[in-house]
């Protein structure tokens, strides 16, 4: 009885996507070609590496078998599809699918397959005079958000990004990690190089002292909460060395803490960002989500997913307040091929040793049960990814798609017209 219960429990997110899919997909339809709501404000949040059955996981032990939580909450799902030019992607490729609905090499930041820059959403809403912003547990400069405010060949080009934020692409607000980029060798910064948590992180800046550069662009610079609450304009900031946590294999060194939550940075970005009347976009990612996957920690995962959950919450407040606000939530492609499965004494994947072991038990909040996860690769797969959506729009994310439509629903949903 036991593993019924749980195998229905596990059939959740993914059955309800197909069924409310298959609803709304016709329902929408019809509203699309008729009116659809245009939206003054988008809020995308990026669950990086976060599949179907870590959606499910991060339920179960957060808000049991019948709950729901806020990222699940939302009226419209859809399925996309996550390759970018090969079968799998990375997080640039898809981030540049995305911003840019163009589908581009693994490395590729805000450039087509040819290397040619691609313009982006998030530069389409400056043009309309949008506040823009972005979120990151991150460096503020790694992949998914660079994708939507930069343009280079190879995503390891951090210090060139940082410097096209503050001087091209001109964003608004910018909080994450990836402190070591923004200042040149020698110049530890707030953060100390080489520390005992992590001997590897030290500043490593290619474009000379990019904070100094954006204090004389008119950002306000802090490293900590206290400071990122009483900040007021355009705002930078940089709250570790690299990202705010530590991906080690479990027991190893792994943590996740940031100094400043992913809700506080959301929070702060959404009351900074909304004083522009004529609306803004933020691109809001859980990094984490990503990294312990790859080392197939299911633990700090489902914590990390725990944190994005609250930050959807803050945004879905936010939207409730602001009706003309979309708000959706998606990933760039599953890490680790995780599984959840039930309790059992036999680990058939793995003698338990290697890095694909069974994690857990956890237990399912509001019961007596637990599951575990089971994994098949430290490396990103191929399945498709939900999308959910509610607001101004948001009826627009239905039906199964490429992960290039996401940058066209975004523009229709904002009543921007793309130039060919």
Do not use: C
Request: net charge negative; hydrophobic share 35%; proline share 3%.
């Amino acid at each position: 009885m036991k593993g019924k219960v749980l195998k229905t429990a596990l059939l959740g997110t993914a059955a309800a996507a197909l069924v409310v899919t298959g609803y709304t997909g016709i329902q929408s339809s019809n509203q699309v070609n008729a009116a659809t709501q245009k939206a003054k404000n988008v809020v995308l949040f990026v669950g990086d590496g976060m599949g179907t059955a870590q959606r499910d996981a991060i339920r179960l032990a957060t808000v049991g078998e019948s709950g729901q939580l806020a990222m699940d909450s939302m009226p419209y799902v859809g399925l996309i599809h996550t390759s970018s030019t090969t079968a799998i992607t990375d997080s640039a490729a898809s981030a540049t699918a995305y911003a840019s609905g163009v589908k581009t090499y693994n490395g590729a930041i805000g450039v087509d397959a040819n290397k040619k820059s691609v313009k982006t959403i998030m530069e389409y809403a400056k043009d309309k005079g949008m506040s823009t912003g972005l979120v990151t547990t991150s460096q503020i400069t790694d992949a998914t958000p660079a994708a939507f405010a930069s343009h280079v060949e190879d995503r390891s080009k951090q210090s060139d990004i940082a410097l096209q934020y503050l001087t091209k692409s001109k964003v608004d607000v910018l909080l994450g990690g990836g402190e070591d980029f923004w200042y040149p060798a020698g110049n530890k910064g707030a953060f100390d190089d080489e520390t005992p948590a992590d001997p590897s992180e030290k500043s490593k800046g290619t474009q000379g002292d990019l904070v100094k550069k954006a204090k004389s662009l008119g950002y306000t610079y802090v490293t900590n909460k206290t400071d990122m609450t009483k900040a007021k304009g355009k705002l930078l900031g940089l709250f570790a060395n690299e990202e705010m946590f530590q991906q080690k294999p479990e027991g190893q060194g792994d943590v996740y803490n940031p100094i400043v939550s992913l809700p506080d940075m959301t929070k702060k970005a959404l009351d900074t960002l909304s004083a522009n009347k004529k609306g803004f976009f933020l691109m809001v990612e859980e990094e984490a989500t990503d990294e312990m996957a790859h080392n197939n920690n299911a633990k700090l995962t489902i914590k990390a997913g725990q944190e994005l959950d609250k930050a959807v919450k803050v945004a879905k407040d936010f939207a409730k307040q602001h009706p003309d606000t979309l708000v959706l939530v998606l990933a760039d492609h599953e890490t680790g091929g995780f599984s959840v499965e039930e309790v059992d004494d036999s680990d058939e994947s793995t003698d338990g040793k290697t890095i694909s072991g069974e994690d857990g038990p956890f237990a399912i909040a509001g019961s007596k049960m637990n599951f575990v996860v089971d994994w098949t690769t430290s490396g990103h797969t191929g399945v498709d990814v939900p999308v959910t959506a509610t607001g101004a729009g948001s009826e627009l994310f239905t039906g199964i798609f490429e992960n290039t439509s996401i940058f066209n629903k975004l523009a229709q949903a904002l009543n921007i017209t793309i130039k060919k």
